[in-house]
């Protein structure tokens, strides 16, 4: 059976590949349970610094697979809810995975992002987009409400009234205007999408990973604390970090002028 994604390594850097071009990457319930596998494998290994989540062919993700949901709706009413519960419980393992991961994670993106592709975009810390990406929520048009965290995320990247325009109106937008709205952190020409994400993989890979993964975790936390709460929240995280090598490293190398050869730890 062919695999619904790839992952492969570059030193620290891990790529995710999702695998069904022919579908526009579509995802049902086998890439489902392995993206959750894949993304939970990554989180424990520690030599990996950095991942890249991306799609195989012209397109990132062009949502749910329409035609697995035809099959379920052949079904009896009992099997059919859990069938569909199981697929929209491994997408939300996938995302909340993608969110505690204390190391950064990279969307390289082109072509369609909608549906769930789009929630999965939104999960990761950053997103590189190829110019010729387009947009779209695409849940309305199916009759269907969001998944994979696409309500939690996109009103904390937009505002509500933004966040609302997309999910209702259900608009289709060019990758310029969702660079404008702080959809995706870049947009490049398409042809150095892959190029451009592995470039701000590996810069990030050499960074202090802990400290990265910190930050990662107080940002998120920022919408849930209040000032006392956040407040103590960092001071927690810095000191953690201030006991970890790196900080050594990076405190030694200021006071010999150079840069610091953080290990990650």
């Not at 956040?230 to 970890?244: G, H, Y």
Request: hydrophobic share 50%.
């Amino acid at each position: 059976m062919t695999r619904k994604l790839n992952l492969d390594r570059d030193g620290a850097v891990a790529r995710i590949v999702l695998n069904q071009p022919e579908a526009m990457n579509a995802i049902g319930p086998e890439m489902a349970r392995e993206l959750a596998t894949a993304l939970a494998e990554l989180a424990r290994d520690d030599a990996v610094r950095c991942v890249i989540v991306t799609g195989a062919g012209r397109h990132f993700m062009a949502g749910g697979d329409v035609r697995y949901f035809a099959e379920l709706l052949r079904l009896p009413a009992a099997e059919r809810d859990a069938r569909l519960g199981q697929l929209i419980a491994d997408v939300g393992d996938a995302v909340a995975t993608l969110r505690a991961m204390r190391k950064p994670v990279i969307a390289a993106v082109r072509g369609a992002v909608a549906g769930f592709g789009l929630s999965l975009m939104c999960a990761c810390d950053l997103a590189v987009a190829g110019e010729g990406c387009s947009f779209k929520m695409a849940y309305c048009q199916l009759g269907a409400s969001p998944d994979g965290g696409g309500s939690h995320s996109l009103p904390r990247l937009l505002g509500v009234r933004r966040a609302l325009e997309l999910a209702l109106l259900d608009e289709r937008i060019d990758a310029r205007r969702a660079l404008e709205f702080g959809l995706v952190t870049r947009v490049v020409p398409d042809e150095s999408l892959d190029s451009a994400a592995m470039e701000l993989a590996q810069g990030l890979a050499r960074q202090a990973t802990a400290a990265l993964g910190r930050t990662k975790q107080l940002i998120h936390a920022a919408f849930d604390n209040d000032l006392a709460g956040q407040l103590d929240a960092e001071r927690r995280a810095f000191v953690a970090c201030a006991a970890s090598e790196d900080f050594a490293e990076a405190v030694a190398a200021f006071a010999a002028k150079r840069r610091p050869n953080f290990g990650g730890r």
